[in-house]
Structure formats: C-alpha cells, structure tokens
C-alpha cells in the first residue's frame, strides 16, 4: 500500500506541472521551462521503484505524462509568497503577457495586462515565448541607519521571466516578481541588445485588474503639479480621473490594498487612472513634449509594488517598498543624523514677518539667535531659516530665476548666525526654494551646497513652488524632475549634507540607498492650517495620510502648534486639540520633525515637555488599531532607551479605547506619563483643554484612552524598575 501511495504523489507531482509550472521530485524542484534532462527526472523516480520489477509498466505510463508535460509550450509560472498566503501567476499568450494574484483562496487581482508601448518601433506586449525562468527564496535582515524599525526583514520569492519575440527582430525582455508575505513587487529588465539600444516608452500598459469593487482614498494628479491636497474617499468604480500613488483601497471584507513603486531611478513616476470598472492602467507622467521616458536597453524600470493586508494597519507593519531598493550606497554614515527644530518659518505663514527683505523680514540675525537660544534650551537639535537669500522679493513663483544661493539678504549675517549656532551645538537647517527654475538652481547647485559646507550647514530644506511646473513647463514628477532630484540628493551626499525635500518627487523608498534624503513634504501640510480653504485641514486629514502618503515614507508635517486659534487669521484655525498635535509626533513618522509654533507658545507649556522628550528615530514600531481617515494607535520604541511612546489621533468622531500593553516588557514595571484631552476638549470649540498625568502600568495591564473631537493621546512609558 505505501508504494501505490508513492506513486500517486509522483503522479500528482507531474500532473501539477501542467498548472504551476514545477516538477517536485523528493524536495527538490525542476521548473517547467527551464531546460534539463527528461532521463536526469526519472533516475529520482526509478531509485524508489527499480526494485519492484512488476511496476515497470508503471514507470513506462509515468514517462509518457512526464514527456507530455515537458513537451508543452510554456506559458505560464506560479510563484507563492514565503508563507504561502499569496500567489502569483504569470502568463504569455497569443493575446499578450499577463499576471494576476491571490490572497488565500481570494482572488485579488484578475488577468492583467504587462507591456509597453514605443514610438516609433513595434510594441512590446505580445508575440513572445518564455525562453526561461528562474525562481530563488531569500530571507536575510539588514539595519536601518534610521527608521521606523532599526530591523528588517527582508524575505521573498523571486519569479525572473526571460521573454523574447517569436518574430524577428526577436527583442528580449525580462520581468521580475518578488513575493513578500505582504505583498508583491514586479519591474521590468531590458537586457542590453543588439535589436533595442535607444527608444522611447510612449506608454507602459501594466494594468492592475481589481476583483472587487472597492473604497479608495486618492488625490488628483496633473493639478498644478503638486500633491497638496485633501484625499478623497470614492469607490473605485467611481474615480474618474487620473490619482496619484500610493493609491489605498479596503474592499468590502476588509481587505487593504495598496498600490505604489519603489526605487524611482530615472523613469517618470507612475499615476493612475480606470480604464473599466474595476481596472486601473499604469499612466506615466510626460515630458512637456509627450514623451513618457527616454530609455537604453541596459535599464530595469521603477518597481510596481502592491501591498496586502487583511486589515489596513498591516498596511503600516509593511517594509516591502524600503526592501526593494538598494542598500545604503554610503560607507561612513556617522554624519547622518535625525533631528527637531524650531525654525523662523510659521511666523511668515502667519503674516508676522516676511521672506523678502524690508521692516518685517523675518530672516534677520538677531531673529536667527533668538530661535538658535530657544532650541539650545530646549532639546531641539535645528533651526530652520527661509527666506536668508536674495530672490524673495520678486514674483519668484513665477520666475525663480532671481534666486541667488551664496548672497544672503544684507540684515542676515552668515558667518555670525553659523557661529554662534555652532557655539551653542545647534545646526542651522538652510533653505533652497527654487520657485521650480532648476536651470538656475542646476547652475548654482555645487556652488550653493559648497557654500553651505564651508559654514558648517548640514541640512538642507528644498522647495520647488511653481503653479507652471518646473522650468515653467515640465511635470515635478516626470523623468526631468525625477532626474533633477536625485542630483540634488547625490550633490548634498558628496558634501554630507542632509535633505528635506518640499515639492517634491513621491517617496519610493529611495531613504535607504541614500540615507540622507531625510524626510519630504509631498501631500498638504500644517501651513494650510493657517491660510487654506474652507479653514484649514479637516481632524479626518492626519488619520488618512497615516494610510495614504505615509506607506511611502517620511513626511515633513511640522506639528507642534499650541496657539491654536490663530488670531492673526479671522478664517482660519488648527482643526485639532493640542494633545492631538502632540500625538502627530508619533503617528506621523520623519526622521526630522518640527516645533512649528513660535517659541513664545512654548513657555511655561508643561505639554511641551513631550515634544522635548520625544524621540525621532525607533527600534521598534507596531500599528496597534486603525480605520482610515477615522483614528489610529502607534506604539514606537525608543532606538536609544527602553522607554516606548504611544500616540493615538482620531477624526471628527469621540473615541474610547482600551489599549492592549503586550508590547510592555512582561518583567518590567512602568511610569507613564499621559498627555490626553480634558475633559472638554473640542477641537472646534475648546482646543487647548489638555490634561496631564501619570500613572503606573505593567504588560498585562489595560490602557484607557478617552479621544475627544479632533483629539489625541500621547504616553510615554519608561521603565522604572524589574
């Protein structure tokens, strides 16, 4: 009976190849389209039957399956995530290339189309055969220089397809696919070539086939060229209009979905728009000219990576877009460090001071002293300063041509503010705004970044506002600004000098090949509390950018504002409770944050102590509840200590949670102190009702969080005894 049983599974094991495309034989795996030898198959299966003489005629029906299979023509490959949790086919067909996903038994994303088309020479989406394929597993952890987590761990299955044209000219084209188990990642590989060198990529036709018809939260592409804007919540059968990425989805189980690209390396960045009910087709951002991306063959595109989750906080447990760039490119990184700051910078938006020159110009020396004497006292590691250099008093957002970037204006005194900031162990954040004219910017870049250098300037905050786009016409986002960018990151880097990028190319996850691109704006900040429409941002803002534009990386919000009222503004107000701004500071992640209030806000505030204490870099990060666009609760690690800092935000809605402390060390006891709404607090009509307190908890104990309109919570745990 036992032989009958192993010759079924061997049975089964060939039949099985007719649908995933490998051949298990004793454990080892023999991938249907690559080529190997039919006799060095069968040796295996002979070692456990030769004995048995009378099974022979057996072993003859096993050779005709096994030819029958081998003998197919290939089309298509099967690959799982490394818990099994997801799939992944691949096809090629008369009708094109294809993939689509499953999620368990659930299928997620149906057949959907690969490919691209090109000016000027025949598309490459169909007429091809799989000449091979390869599979590996891989599963290491690598240590962040900063980060949400010092860990991570980097483990997946890799699908490589080589492709090439049945007819001539017979081009060739690889895909890769690379399953997590939260998610997938795919690019495309054009193989230097005698029949391809140069082309143009006119379009990329990936399509992303969705089998459900769910919520999305998106913000409009091609609207004056920037991403500073509320997000939307629609169906997906609903959007009619081109959105930018991370684009995320929950259908109606609850499934989250999130769809993005990681290691942007000059392509032009991918937007999205529906081309059917429930499909989405990749849309690059052009050139002014139309083209989509100037190419080589020798190139690998932008990773298409798509995150899965049974819930959306799995969607902020992922680091599937940071494992699919390069390591860190950077022997020494000792100069790179995460930060807080103050900066001479909410009170322009204020309208107390100007960025140009005159009575009101902000960016003066004594001004610069003041904030330098503030963030000494005060555990604040950085001063902004905007609006230093010659160029602000002109229509710059017009013409940013007028910037210079080594001729400060004559009350600003460079060499007396870096020295005395120096004197005082205070770095001096410098600030480039371009108005988007990076023909003058390019010209003065290396100039600019050594003038920084030689007064000891270590971070760099850049801006690129321009309502006709860069260079008044081309997109920020397209393969120019993508291009752009990643000179201005790798300049700074020559120099180690840091980057804070405002108007910026989306976060692809590029922090951890280039370490000292820090942090970055892209979506609608603070400032719009100030002078944005319809009175500033919405209490629903935070908790969807947490979903949204923070799965990509770091964003430089600026929290902290305690005057929340804003009497210098008659229509405008801060939308959230002052414990809510304090919690920002754990819920939205950036290695460098913010002080963004003016520094007479801060005294004699005993709510200021938290954003004194908090940490900017974590060992370790857990999302413990979440529903976009409503509320979440992060827990974070402290990188230097043992203490953990909690931080929990909801939206227009009172909340009430009863928070698990199994992240607690069960062998500790801890003192936490509590930064929650009072009793009133209301972010519309009693904002600054803040309570304090502290209180001592162990793992097993029950934290109560009592979140009021717009509200937060902040805690901090340390551990006073074991």
């Not at 032009?268 to 100037?294: E, F, I, Q």
């Not at 990576?305 to 799995?314: E, L, R, S």
């Not at 102590?609 to 509320?631: C, H, M």
């Not at 009172?654 to 928070?659: A, H, K, L, N, T």
Request: proline share 4%; net charge neutral.
């Amino acid at each position: 009976m036992g032989l009958y049983i192993s010759l079924y599974f061997h049975f089964v094991n060939m039949i099985l190849i007719l649908n995933s495309g490998t051949l298990i034989i004793d454990g080892s795996s023999i991938d249907q389209h690559r080529s190997f030898s039919l006799i060095e198959c069968l040796t295996k299966i002979y070692l456990n039957m030769s004995q048995i003489k009378q099974y022979r005629s057996i072993l003859i029906l096993v050779l005709f399956v096994l030819y029958s299979c081998t003998s197919r023509d290939h089309t298509s490959s099967i690959i799982t995530s490394p818990n099994g949790g997801i799939s992944l086919t691949f096809s090629s067909n008369e009708k094109g290339l294809f993939y689509s996903i499953k999620k368990d038994t659930t299928t997620v994303f149906k057949a959907s189309r690969l490919g691209f088309k090109l000016k000027d020479k025949p598309d490459l989406n169909s007429g091809f055969e799989i000449i091979s394929v390869n599979k590996k597993e891989y599963d290491k952890e690598w240590r962040q220089v900063w980060g949400q987590n010092q860990l991570v761990r980097d483990q997946h299955h890799e699908l490589m397809v080589h492709l090439q044209e049945k007819q001539e000219p017979k081009r060739k084209i690889d895909i890769v696919f690379r399953l997590f188990n939260d998610g997938i990642g795919f690019r495309y590989i054009f193989p230097e070539q005698d029949n391809l060198n140069e082309f143009i990529i006119m379009d990329e036709l990936t399509e992303f086939n969705l089998n459900d018809d769910y919520d999305t939260w998106s913000i409009k592409a091609y609207q004056k060229d920037r991403y500073e804007y509320l997000y939307r919540k629609q169906k997906l059968t609903c959007i009619d209009d081109t959105v930018h990425t991370p684009l995320t989805m929950v259908n109606p189980k609850g499934l989250a979905v999130s769809i993005h690209e990681a290691n942007l390396t000059d392509y032009a960045s991918m937007t999205l728009y529906r081309t059917n009910k429930t499909t989405l087709h990749c849309d690059l951002v052009p050139w002014a000219d139309g083209t989509k991306v100037y190419a080589k063959a020798g190139f690998k595109t932008p990773w298409r990576t798509i995150q899965i989750g049974a819930k959306p906080t799995d969607l902020l447990q992922s680091n599937l877009i940071l494992n699919l760039n390069d390591p860190c490119q950077f022997k020494d990184v000792s100069w790179i460090k995460p930060a807080k700051y103050v900066g001479v910078w909410w009170e322009m938006h204020l309208g107390i001071s100007s960025w140009g020159q005159g009575k009101h110009h902000g960016a003066n020396t004594e001004n610069v002293k003041r904030y330098i004497d503030f963030a000494a006292e005060n555990n604040l590691q950085g001063v902004l300063v905007e609006g230093w250099n010659v160029g602000w008093d002109e229509q710059w957002w017009l013409d940013g041509s007028v910037f210079k970037f080594t001729t400060p204006y004559p009350d600003f005194d460079i060499k007396a503010v870096t020295d005395y900031a120096n004197a005082r162990g205070v770095n001096i954040i410098g600030h480039h705004e371009t108005g988007g004219a990076i023909t003058n910017y390019e010209n003065q870049l290396e100039d600019a970044l050594d003038y920084y250098q030689k007064y000891g300037i270590k971070y760099i905050k850049s801006g690129y506002v321009n309502p006709n786009g860069l260079n008044n016409k081309e997109w920020h986002h397209g393969q120019f600004g993508v291009r752009h960018y990643r000179k201005v990151v790798e300049e700074a880097a020559k120099r180690h000098i840091m980057v804070c990028m405002h108007e910026p190319i989306k976060s692809t996850g590029l922090r951890r090949t280039f370490p000292n691109l820090m942090s970055s704006e892209g979506a609608r900040g603070q400032e719009f509390n100030a002078w944005g429409p319809n009175g500033g941002n919405p209490p629903s803002h935070e908790p969807t950018l947490i979903f949204t534009r923070l799965l990509a990386g770091p964003m430089d919000y600026t929290p902290g504002i305690f005057d929340i009222s804003l009497p210098q503004k008659k229509s405008n107000q801060v939308n959230t409770t002052i414990a809510k701004q304090l919690a920002l500071y754990v819920t939205l992640y950036s290695p460098l944050q913010m002080a963004a209030d003016l520094p007479e806000h801060y005294i004699n505030q005993p709510a200021f102590e938290f954003i004194k204490s908090v940490p900017v870099d974590w060992e370790r990060t857990i999302a413990l509840n979440g529903q976009i666009g409503e509320y979440v609760t992060i827990v974070r690690k402290d990188k230097a200590s043992d203490s953990w800092y909690l931080g929990s935000i909801t939206n227009e809605e009172p909340r009430q949670f009863d928070i698990d402390l199994s992240f607690l060390d069960p062998n500790a006891t801890y003192k936490a102190t509590v930064y929650a709404d009072g009793k009133d607090a209301d972010y519309q009509s009693n904002p600054t009702d803040i309570m304090i307190y502290e209180k001592e908890y162990r793992q097993n104990d029950s934290l109560q969080i009592s979140l009021k309109r717009g509200g937060g919570t902040s805690v901090v745990f340390k551990k006073i005894h074991e």
